[in-house]
């Protein structure tokens, strides 16, 4: 067979694959889910363990010694616009009900809900070492860990969680110094450079090289969905500046479709900010900016899996911010160094 053929029978048995588990919970009412449509294959793989179905990349996958995943809605036990794998309590949703859905993922990811440490996010770009004594913060102990979007570790058997319904989850990986790293990267997040902090907060604390470092960016609002006005527009091309460099090595390593948005002009580079569907609105692209920001910071594209999954576009099986007016819970993403 030839490549291409070989192709099309991968996209078919991942497809095949995909139907069977969510045909498995009647609620999704035989949806299937969307994926962009401009990547030659799927990016993320949806797999089913302990009756839990979850999206986890290849690259970090290929981890040995780390467990990663990132939750859909199906699973769980929470109802009505919870439903059903909602992981914040704060908006709502009874303690219980989200307790038993951390249950869930622990059973998936072979831990205990004692060692899952989470924070308070506030769209900051604060980060914080988890050590030992921090097992349980945040989730079955009271949240001390106030106003921090990033979280990074070298413990053995912790799960670092992060919350997210549109915002980008950043996942890393040194698989040389054997440490692990979460981050909330939304919009503000993202312009403040999460990314390249958390590269940077890798080299303190672990002594790692940027090179070494494998990155997954997840599930999250896509461009074609992501309306901002012209002042988050503008603070994008601010904080970038000029991205020809970065954006041109994206291009070379096919990581991420880089061609321009609209018609005709095939050599144009896709930017961060696109102009709008609307009048005076702009689309944002929160992937390619954490992308530019995290080659900036020195680590290598072929190391990048950035989803192929966009959050609105699926908001049947993923919390949307925007495509539920804000009526939604959070999914977690979830990462442990076996
Ligand atoms: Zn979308």
Redesign the pocket.
């Not at 010694?65 to 992981?87: A, C, D, K, P």
């Not at 689309?283 to 990048?304: C, K, M, S």
């Given at each position: 067979m030839t490549t291409e053929q070989l192709d099309i029978v991968y996209i078919e048995k991942i497809r095949a694959m995909e139907k069977e588990i969510l045909n498995s919970y009647p609620e999704t009412d035989g949806f299937s889910l969307?994926r962009d449509t401009r990547r030659k294959k799927p990016v993320m793989n949806l797999k089913l363990r302990e009756q839990v179905p979850f999206l986890c990349f290849p690259k970090l996958s290929a981890c040995s010694q780390v467990e990663h995943l990132f939750t859909t809605r199906l699973g769980g036990v929470s109802e009505g616009r919870f439903w059903s794998m909602n992981f914040s309590s704060k908006l709502g949703d009874q303690r219980e009900r989200v307790l038993e859905n951390f249950q869930r993922i622990a059973g998936v990811m072979d831990c205990r809900v004692e060692d899952m440490v989470g924070t308070v996010q506030t769209h900051t770009t604060n980060i914080f070492r988890v050590k030992e004594g921090d097992r349980g913060k945040g989730i079955l102990r009271d949240p001390e860990l106030w106003e921090l979007d990033g979280l990074v570790t070298d413990v053995r058997g912790i799960t670092l969680v992060a919350y997210m319904a549109d915002c980008v989850p950043l996942f890393f990986v040194d698989p040389l110094k054997n440490a692990v790293g979460i981050a909330h990267s939304g919009w503000r997040g993202t312009v403040q450079n999460m990314a390249g902090k958390m590269v940077e907060r890798f080299r303190v604390e672990f002594d790692s090289r940027p090179e070494d470092l494998v990155v997954g960016i997840g599930p999250s609002?896509?461009?074609?969905?992501?309306e901002v006005d012209e002042a988050v527009a503008a603070s994008f091309l601010n904080a970038l500046g000029a991205d020809d460099e970065e954006r041109k090595r994206i291009a070379q390593s096919g990581i991420y479709p880089m061609n321009a948005i609209g018609e005709g002009d095939t050599e144009k580079l896709r930017s961060v900010v696109e102009s709008g569907k609307a009048e005076g609105k702009y689309q944002l692209d929160l992937h390619l900016a954490n992308l530019i920001f995290l080659v900036r910071a020195g680590v290598r594209p072929e190391n990048i899996d950035v989803t192929d999954i966009?959050?609105?576009?699926n908001s049947r099986i993923l919390f949307s911010h925007r495509a539920s007016g804000g009526k939604r819970g959070n999914m977690g993403a979830f990462i442990k160094l076996k």
């Amino acid at each position: 067979m030839t490549t291409e053929q070989l192709d099309i029978v991968y996209i078919e048995k991942i497809r095949a694959m995909e139907k069977e588990i969510l045909n498995s919970y009647p609620e999704t009412d035989g949806f299937s889910l969307k994926r962009d449509t401009r990547r030659k294959k799927p990016v993320m793989n949806l797999k089913l363990r302990e009756q839990v179905p979850f999206l986890c990349f290849p690259k970090l996958s290929a981890c040995s010694q780390v467990e990663h995943l990132f939750t859909t809605r199906l699973g769980g036990v929470s109802e009505g616009r919870f439903w059903s794998m909602n992981f914040s309590s704060k908006l709502g949703d009874q303690r219980e009900r989200v307790l038993e859905n951390f249950q869930r993922i622990a059973g998936v990811m072979d831990c205990r809900v004692e060692d899952m440490v989470g924070t308070v996010q506030t769209h900051t770009t604060n980060i914080f070492r988890v050590k030992e004594g921090d097992r349980g913060k945040g989730i079955l102990r009271d949240p001390e860990l106030w106003e921090l979007d990033g979280l990074v570790t070298d413990v053995r058997g912790i799960t670092l969680v992060a919350y997210m319904a549109d915002c980008v989850p950043l996942f890393f990986v040194d698989p040389l110094k054997n440490a692990v790293g979460i981050a909330h990267s939304g919009w503000r997040g993202t312009v403040q450079n999460m990314a390249g902090k958390m590269v940077e907060r890798f080299r303190v604390e672990f002594d790692s090289r940027p090179e070494d470092l494998v990155v997954g960016i997840g599930p999250s609002i896509c461009q074609d969905c992501y309306e901002v006005d012209e002042a988050v527009a503008a603070s994008f091309l601010n904080a970038l500046g000029a991205d020809d460099e970065e954006r041109k090595r994206i291009a070379q390593s096919g990581i991420y479709p880089m061609n321009a948005i609209g018609e005709g002009d095939t050599e144009k580079l896709r930017s961060v900010v696109e102009s709008g569907k609307a009048e005076g609105k702009y689309q944002l692209d929160l992937h390619l900016a954490n992308l530019i920001f995290l080659v900036r910071a020195g680590v290598r594209p072929e190391n990048i899996d950035v989803t192929d999954i966009c959050t609105a576009e699926n908001s049947r099986i993923l919390f949307s911010h925007r495509a539920s007016g804000g009526k939604r819970g959070n999914m977690g993403a979830f990462i442990k160094l076996k």
